[in-house]
């Protein structure tokens, strides 16, 4: 029963406290069938006993022990109950949190680890484990040096420092796993504090497929700008403000400045003459305002760092951001300086060269000194560039004066002031002077500049005149009899090419005067040489004939052979489309073509029975003996050859030379077809004529193998579409 109770209330269970005393506990607080079990050990054991009791909602921690006398018997027991419901059900939600905290500590993906300040690892997540390679219990019994690399290794004393004073850090690092093998990772660490001590609280990020992707990404760029660099061309990148943002290698060559110089800069400001500046930005602003399409092909002059100016040709890209947006420009640039150079040269050379092509024609035209004269400064000025052209002639008076004989162009009053001398005085020293005398060409390239063009210089300003050539016009004796001036309205307008033009021009002019007054004897002598030339090809065809005819007058059965073949030949090669010149050739050599046979004896040429082949022989002989006799005249036809060649074969089987194919002249082929039809057709010593057909049957039968086969074809249609007939044998 309860013999006293204590407490800071003034009732238990809604039970005044007098009416406790004398009643068992277990039937007021907690309310139990019988003692609680650590009531009851206590009292059999003697000892202490603690427990916990529920009384419906609430938790009480029970503690029991027994008092006995000196003899050890019983006396009492003391039970306390403490109230530990709200101990107990903190408890319980901190279970609850720290069980939630493990779940979302190991659904962390990253490896999080917890460590202290000297490093040891206090608490890790699954992902950490899995990480390192460890178990959980292995990990707790690691050190941060323990798993990074050698390098990263020796330097966790830096980075806890790094994390005392500024109490975070974010790093890359490597890992060493169990294994052996490294991760990258990214670390993030903070400093906390942990059952009351600081420690450290780490997020390992591997980040090897970002290691990746930057190696891969540095070694594109590498590769790109290894493109950059070797183009031959020069490559700029522009913001929207005009700044540089990339230039390759050929650009920094160009420019005369390192990379580094160059970045970043006002392109407009530092790299473009000052003359282009503001056109060249106007259109770039636009361009990025999207007020015009960019100008796809472009050029102008930039500024290198030793001030000198080269000539670019753009090509140029709009660069858009994700909107669409212009977000800057990219330009390839090729020096074209060397180029533009050249085109300048080529043209004036050109210009010369067409001046010079309307002169000559001019020559050629030219029937009267004046008509020449004039005709030449007319072509001068014709040509876009030159302004004005005189010709003047060497006066040999007490003045030394110069006489202006024609002029063309915008001269406009301008001859009349110069009053022109090529005395040494200061009126003769200027280009026109100076040729006269020197015999040379003068030039002056400059005449707002020149000093020695100080007495024209304002009236030739005035004209728009910049830049003068004179030249001398040479006599026959190499004496200067005139001055052939042109000008121009550019400054330094002629190149060395077009003045080296010019100079052969003038010579051309001289040439044509001092040729004018000859030009009838020439024409005279070259009528008289032209009469005396057909004169000697008459002789020589004449004489032609003379030798056919002594042939055929030994030969009565074959009288006009040589001719009626020479007819059918000509007409055989007008017929396969040859020159008329060519024809003529092959008609003189059808005359002669067996003037050979005049070595044979005239009893077997017209024998009426077989021949031996002895006498078979001798004839055989005949065209090398026609060659023999024709080789040493000179015609202008390979008439000899023909001679030569008319009884080769195309198969080999001819003769003298047993010849193939293309190795016999064309000329000889024509013959060789035309001799066999005469000879089938027309009567011999030794047989009756056998007539047209039979030869033409001939030769289609052996085409191809004896014949060509295109003057086989020619010679057939003459027979058989046109109706050719043997004429009378004539020349």
């Known amino acids: 029963m309860t013999r006293s109770f204590c407490t800071t209330k003034t009732s238990v269970a809604d039970i005044p406290f007098k009416q406790i005393i004398g009643r068992p506990y277990y039937d007021i607080f907690p309310k139990t069938d019988g003692p609680l079990p650590c009531c009851t050990q206590a009292l059999e054991t003697a000892e202490k006993m603690e427990a916990e009791v529920g009384a419906g909602d609430a938790t009480y921690r029970s503690r029991t022990f027994s008092i006995h006398d000196e003899q050890g018997a019983y006396l009492y027991s003391v039970h306390v109950l403490e109230d530990i419901t709200g101990r107990k059900r903190a408890e319980e939600q901190a279970a609850k949190e720290r069980e939630k905290f493990h779940m979302l500590f190991d659904a962390i993906s990253d490896a999080v680890a917890i460590h202290n300040m000297e490093g040891r690892f206090l608490q890790a997540n699954r992902s950490a484990c899995e990480h390192f390679g460890y178990s959980q219990e292995e990990l707790l019994q690691k ?25 975070h850090l974010v790093a890359e690092t490597a890992h060493l796993r169990k294994d052996g093998s490294v991760i990258p990772v990214e670390l993030n660490a903070r400093v906390i504090t942990y059952d009351g001590q600081p420690a450290v609280l780490s997020v390992a990020r591997d980040i ?31 913001d929207t403000q005009g700044r540089v943002q990339m230039v390759n290698r050929k650009g920094c060559e160009m420019l005369g400045h390192p990379e580094a110089d160059i970045l970043g800069k006002d392109w407009f400001d530092n790299y473009l003459p000052e003359s ?139 001859l009349d002031t110069m009053r022109l001398t090529w005395a040494e005085t200061e009126r ?37 005149y910049a830049a003068s050539l004179a030249l001398p016009l040479l006599g026959a004796d190499q004496a200067v009899f005139g001055i052939l001036n042109v000008y121009s309205g550019e400054v330094k307008a002629f190149v060395a090419s077009e003045v ?19 030009r009838r004897e020439r024409d005279l002598a070259l009528e008289q040489g032209q009469r005396h ?68 004896p005239a009893e077997i040429l017209s024998k ?61 082929r024509i013959l060789n077809v035309a001799d066999v039809v005469e000879a089938i057709s027309s009567h011999r010593p030794y047989r009756p004529g056998l007539g047209v057909d039979a030869a033409l049957e001939e030769i289609t039968r052996q085409c191809g193998t004896h014949y060509d086969a295109a003057v086989v074809n020619a010679c057939l249609a003459l027979f058989r579409e046109q109706h050719y007939k043997f004429q009378p044998a004539s020349f």
């Open 500 to 518: 080296a033009l010019l100079e052969e021009m003038a010579d051309d002019l001289a040439f044509g005067v001092r040729t004018l007054n000859v």
């Open 276 to 414: 282009a500046r503001n056109v060249v930005r106007r259109i770039f602003a636009q361009i990025m305002d999207g007020d015009i399409v960019p100008v796809e092909y472009f050029e102008n002059n930039i500024l290198t760092a030793s001030g000198a100016e080269l000539t670019v040709a753009w090509h140029n890209s709009l660069l858009e951001d994700e909107t669409g947006k212009a977000g800057g420009l990219l330009s390839s640039g090729e020096d074209i300086t060397a180029r533009k150079q050249a085109e300048n040269t080529i043209q004036h050379a050109n210009r010369a060269l067409a001046t010079l092509g309307a002169v000559n024609r001019a020559l050629v035209r030219a029937t009267d000194e004046s008509e020449l004269l004039q005709a030449i400064c007319n072509a001068i000025v014709g040509q876009r560039g030159y302004r004005m052209a005189w010709v003047g002639y060497v006066q040999h008076d007490a003045e030394k004066s110069v006489k202006i004989m024609a002029c063309a162009g915008e001269y406009a009053g301008y």
């Open 143 to 167: 050190n941060v040096a323990d798993i990074d690399t050698p390098e990263f290794a020796a330097k966790v004393a830096e980075r806890i420092k790094v994390l005392y004073e500024q109490g």
């Open 533 to 600: 030339f057909a004169r000697l090809h008459k002789s020589m065809e004449d004489t032609v004939q003379a030798i056919a005819n002594m042939v055929e007058m030994r030969d009565p059965y074959t009288a006009g052979h040589q001719g009626r073949v020479a007819g059918l030949a000509a007409a055989i090669a007008r017929q396969m489309g040859l020159p008329e010149d060519r024809i003529h050739g092959i008609h003189l050599a059808g005359v002669v073509h067996d003037l050979g046979k005049i070595q044979v």
């Open 428 to 464: 003769g020293m200027g280009p026109s002077g100076r040729a006269i005398r020197s015999g040379k060409p003068q030039l002056c390239q400059d005449m707002a500049c020149d000093p020695l063009y100080l007495p024209w210089r304002d009236e030739a300003l005035k004209r728009g």
């Open 608 to 668: 009426p029975g077989k021949i031996s082949s002895i006498e078979h022989s001798l004839i055989k002989a005949h065209p090398q003996a026609g060659f023999d006799i024709l080789k040493d005249i000179e015609f202008p036809w390979p008439i000899a050859q023909m001679v030569l060649q008319h009884h080769e074969r195309l198969d080999g089987s001819g003769y003298p030379q047993g010849l193939k194919g293309e190795q016999i002249i064309l000329e000889a």
């Open 208 to 238: 090897t497929e970002r290691k990746r992707a930057e190696q891969e990404l540095v070694e594109s760029r590498q590769r790109a700008q290894h493109y950059l660099d070797i183009a031959d061309v020069m490559l700029i990148s522009l």
